[in-house]
T-cell receptor, first 116, second 114 residues
Framework: KAGVTQTPRYLIKTRGQQVTLSCSPI?????VSWYQQTPGQGLQFLFE???????NKGNFPGRFSGRQFSNSRSEMNVSTLELGDSALYLC???????????????FGPGTRLLVL | AQSVTQLGSHVSVSEGALVLLRCNYS??????LFWYVQYPNQGLQLLLK??????LVKGINGFEAEFKKSETSFHLTKPSAHMSDAAEYFC????????????FGGGTRLMVKP
């Protein structure tokens, strides 16, 4: 099976712009989660989508949003970019049975976003 | 709220020496615990996970971890380090009605000296 894929792998934007990142989960996986990784804050949970619905959300401002399509692919959007949004954005997928707790999450390679 | 503490942001060992990476968790209910490894410019790869089936969990690449409820710990060990083990290691916890959201520790960068 193909793993989790994320596009693009690298992105450079300027402050104030918006950006959309894409994630394709492992075939058959219905849950997609997004995480932000920075040197200062480490790995932080953004949100999780299951069956096209946001099931869980981390403590990020409303500029960060996401969605999931019927084929389980997911996108996340960041509007009005700030310098502090520079990070590696990781997507993870899981089967999502039984509410998801304890399930293994499989991570993609990430999208590295640089905001200038 | 759940939390994870990894003692030591950097650990250096010689090739062939024991690897011990420490992880302590805080959770009000029996947790699910994970160790992930991240190589440069890559995503996270699961090493092993604890889901209450057995307290000693064996993972890939010769790693194992022991769940100790009394110490709220889930330390990662490997008897003999290889150069290829140099990477960053993350301990994570999920559960407690938060779906499969992972709460990560700050990470430990393992360096292996020849």
């Amino acid at each position: 099976k193909a793993g989790v894929t994320q596009t693009p792998r690298y992105l450079i934007k300027t402050r104030g712009q918006q950006v959309t990142l894409s994630c394709s989960p492992i075939s058959g996986h219905r849950s997609v989660s997004w995480y932000q990784q920075t040197p200062g804050q480490g790995l932080q949970f953004l949100f999780e989508y299951f069956s096209e619905t946001q099931r869980n959300k981390g403590n990020f401002p409303g500029r960060f949003s996401g969605r999931q399509f019927s084929n389980s692919r997911s996108e996340m959007n960041v509007s009005t970019l700030e310098l502090g949004d520079s990070a590696l954005y990781l997507c993870a997928s899981s089967l999502a049975g039984s509410g998801g707790a304890g399930e293994t999450q499989y991570f993609g390679p990430g999208t590295r976003l640089l905001v200038l | 709220a759940q939390s994870v503490t990894q003692l030591g942001s950097h650990v250096s060992v010689s090739e062939g020496a024991l690897v011990l990476l420490r992880c302590n968790y805080s959770s009000s209910v029996p947790p699910y615990l994970f160790w992930y490894v991240q190589y440069p410019n890559q995503g996270l790869q699961l090493l092993l996970k604890y889901t209450s089936a057995a307290t000693l969990v064996k993972g890939i690449n010769g790693f194992e971890a022991e769940f100790k409820k009394s110490e709220t710990s889930f330390h990662l060990t490997k008897p003999s380090a290889h150069m290829s083990d140099a990477a960053e290691y993350f301990c994570a916890v999920s559960g407690n009605n938060a779906g499969n959201m992972l709460t990560f520790g700050g990470g430990t960068r393992l360096m292996v000296k020849p």
